[in-house]
């Protein structure tokens, strides 16, 4: 048997992809992340942090936002468990990267991707053949140094 091949369930990816084009898209991308991380520990036993469930629903809910708000047709979510950390991928129709705004306080709304960028381990926006993806990656686990999005500092 090729080396590769004697990879335990832990070591190999754990995939969900889902498309959304109706009129609740948000709830129910953030239903099916809930449902994905529970099947996850559940079945899996890989543990995932009451910070991570929320966080994952929160980076998902504004991802699947600005795309069902900015780009017409459906969109695609997908998520992915790898290292350690639950990969959020979104993809939409409309090529044009987000802009983050520069931090303000007085300003009401536009702090998702703000949000989004401060509680990854990982944020990568690529244009595609069709349209663009914006990838989030959430650690799963707490960091016992305080440091709530996993990065390596």
């Known amino acids: 048997m090729p080396e590769n091949e004697d990879l335990s369930l832990a070591d190999r990816p754990i995939?969900?992809?889902?498309?959304?084009?109706?009129?609740?898209p948000v709830a129910e991308a953030r239903r099916a992340a809930r449902g994905f991380l529970t099947e996850v520990q559940a079945v899996h036993g890989i543990p995932v942090s009451d910070r991570a469930m929320g966080l994952v629903q929160l980076v998902v809910s504004e991802l699947v936002t600005n795309a069902h708000k900015y780009a017409p047709g459906p969109c695609l979510l997908?998520?992915?468990?790898?290292?350690?950390?639950?990969?959020?991928?979104?993809?939409?129709?409309?090529?044009?990267?987000?802009?983050?705004?520069?931090?303000?306080?007085?300003?009401?709304g536009q702090h998702g991707l703000e949000i989004v960028i401060g509680g990854s381990r990982s944020f990568e926006m690529r244009r595609e053949p069709v349209g663009k993806r914006i990838t989030a990656a959430i650690a799963l686990a707490d960091d016992p140094g305080g440091n709530p999005a996993g990065r390596v500092t």
């Open 15 to 24: 995939l969900s992809a889902l498309t959304f084009a109706g009129s609740e």
């Open 78 to 108: 997908d998520l992915e468990i790898s290292d350690g950390a639950v990969e959020v991928s979104v993809w939409d129709t409309d090529p044009t990267l987000p802009v983050a705004q520069s931090p303000d306080p007085g300003r009401v």
